[in-house]
């Protein structure tokens, strides 16, 4: 409870409005931390709209998990909005992705399964759409290869304009997972601060980011979560990208017409 706390009081400071907090944590080990379900729910809400959280991201492993978060967001007098997750581990899980879609509440931000090809995760995205919920955003999270090595996963953000041109849907990226560490380049610069910008400079309509206030002490994937006094800084960092990238797209489009 403190640790999330002192997130969203960081957030708010920010004025970030949007964030993941999931309540279901799917683990490559039985043994590893799995979220605390839906008893958390009642208190992470009240949480966000005290602190002014606009959207919170969660995940959903199963088709019950919908219905625990519609519940329990009613009961706190729905004080955000909330957008599901289709993690990269049930990217193919097609009962699941038909429930995200049957229901119509909530927007779905689908992530690449990271040993699928992109058309493969396209047409499983299609699952979610072809049951009438198109309030879908597609979120290029790395694809595993032993060439990308040292990384976790190798990036995928050349992916964004193909994406874009293949759906017409919004775009994430998620630097986090496929660099999986806080390592700097030689220019001082974290990895996760330049895939960052790579995927901002193809055009990424969002990212998600890990941060954590005492990385160390994470429950989940510690390695590559920044420290949260760093959140300033890295939105500054991309806020300047972003600009590069409006200024270098009004750049091609005026001369394209001249």
């Excluded at 193809?202 to 160390?216: D, M, R, S, T, Y």
């Amino acid at each position: 409870m403190k640790t999330l706390k002192q997130l969203l009081e960081r957030l708010k400071i920010t004025e970030v409005c949007c964030a993941r907090m999931g309540a279901y944590k799917p683990r490559t080990s039985p043994y590893d931390f799995q979220g605390h379900g839906k008893e958390c729910l009642p208190w992470l809400f009240e949480l966000a709209g005290k602190y002014g959280i606009k959207v919170l991201v969660m995940e959903v492993l199963a088709p019950h998990h919908i219905e625990e978060i519609k519940e329990a967001l009613e009961l706190a007098g729905n004080p955000c909005g909330v957008i599901l997750q289709i993690g990269t581990r049930n990217a193919q899980n097609f009962e699941l992705l038909k429930a995200v879609g049957r229901q119509q509440e909530f927007p779905v931000l689908y992530k690449r399964g990271y040993g699928l090809a992109l058309e493969e995760s396209l047409n499983a995205a299609e699952y979610i759409a072809s049951e009438g919920n198109t309030k879908i955003i597609f979120c290029l999270r790395g694809v595993r290869t032993h060439l990308g090595d040292p990384h976790r996963n190798l990036t995928d953000f050349a992916h964004v304009p193909v994406v874009k041109r293949l759906t017409r849907l919004p775009v994430c990226i998620d630097p986090s997972h496929p660099i999986g560490s806080k390592v700097k380049a030689p220019d001082g610069i974290r990895d996760i601060y330049h895939v960052s910008a790579q995927g901002v400079i193809a055009g990424a309509n969002a990212i998600l980011v890990e941060f954590h206030p005492q990385p160390e002490k994470a429950l989940c994937d510690g390695p590559q979560s920044l420290p949260l006094s760093e959140l300033p800084l890295y939105l500054e960092y991309i806020y300047k990208v972003r600009e590069t990238y409006l200024e270098l797209k009004k750049l091609v489009n005026e001369k394209e017409s001249a």
